[in-house]
């Protein structure tokens, strides 16, 4: 009998073809993902200005309300003073005159669509604010000229409004002469115990001169009344 010899493939690839597979250590790749488009957004400035807008309303609200019973707003140019000279300023002045450092943006936010927005022309450089609250407007703007004088110190009044009208720095002299409120009862009693022509010499002074004398005198009616 022939035998018949049976031959089969080899399962193996050709040497020429195989891969070669070269082993990784894998303590060379860093195992922290990579963002590089992603950026930190730091949140410090946004709470910095959150601040800052939150006193500069609070300046806006001091300032509203100093203007509440107020006769007389005045500004003082501020450049070149010093915490001392400042601190003596305001313990020169009387308890009814508030002396406040403010922005002129912020003062004249305040100022906005009343009487004291004819301050206008003031809002310039930096100024202090004098706030008023007595009638006895020479009795306010003295303690700063005196100041002037033993500080030695140049700073002048900007400006101020009076009665809804503004006084130029040239102008202070009409407000730091005006009739205190017992020299306006001396006056009107004089002229109402004096002949008839004193009391025509008064009716001719100027309006506002005889506006607040005839206030004087209701005021002091009043007050007679209540008391008796």
């Known amino acids: 009998m022939e035998a018949t010899l049976l031959s089969f493939p080899s399962s193996k690839p050709p040497l020429s073809k195989t891969l ?31 601040i800052s807008r939150t006193k500069k309303e609070e300046t ?21 003073f010093t915490v001392k000279q400042f601190q003596d300023l305001r313990r020169s002045l009387p308890e009814s005159s508030k002396l406040v450092v403010a922005k002129n943006t912020l003062v004249l936010k305040a100022i906005e669509g009343t009487p004291w927005e004819a301050l206008k022309p003031c809002m310039k450089g930096m100024n202090a604010w004098l706030f008023v609250h007595s009638e006895e407007i020479p009795d306010a703007i003295k303690p700063y000229r005196t100041f002037q004088k033993e500080k030695k110190i140049e700073n002048d009044f900007v400006g101020a409004v009076f009665e809804g009208k503004f006084y130029g720095p040239g102008d202070f002299k009409q407000l730091e002469n005006m009739p205190t409120r017992a020299e306006i009862y001396a006056k009107l009693l004089g002229s109402l115990q004096s002949p008839a022509i004193g009391l025509v010499g008064t009716l001719q002074a100027p309006a506002r001169d005889l506006i607040i004398t005839l206030k004087a005198y209701v005021q002091k009616l009043e007050e007679e009344g209540g008391g008796q």
Do not use: R
């Not at 195992?31 to 709470?47: A, R």
């Open 20 to 50: 070669t597979l070269k082993p990784t250590n894998p303590f060379l790749h860093s195992s922290k993902p990579k963002f590089s488009s992603f950026k930190t957004t730091p949140f410090f400035p946004s709470i910095k200005a959150a």
């Open 60 to 80: 806006v609200q001091t300032v509203k309300e100093q203007l509440e019973n107020c006769y007389l707003l005045a500004g003082i140019k501020y450049t070149g």
